[in-house]
């Protein structure tokens, strides 16, 4: 898997632990079938929505 991300290609992830996702380039959040939000870790956490929000429940479950 390691070797696929160092190349140029579009890697689909499916992930519900968000920390595996955090260093994408682009990550989509899908709910009811459609994209919500999408962006970067960062831009999404700015965004302060659902991924923000999941992040947020996802840290303090871990620490």
């Not at 390691?2 to 992830?13: D, H, I, Q, S, Y």
């Not at 380039?25 to 700015?46: C, P, R, W």
């Amino acid at each position: 898997m390691a070797n696929l991300l160092k190349e140029k290609k579009t890697v689909v992830m499916i992930a519900h632990t968000l920390s595996i996702v955090k260093n994408a380039d682009q990550i989509l959040v899908v709910a009811d079938g459609t994209i919500k939000e999408s962006g970067t870790h960062e831009e999404l956490l700015a965004e302060n929505g659902k991924y923000a929000a999941m992040w947020n429940a996802e840290q303090k479950i871990t620490v």
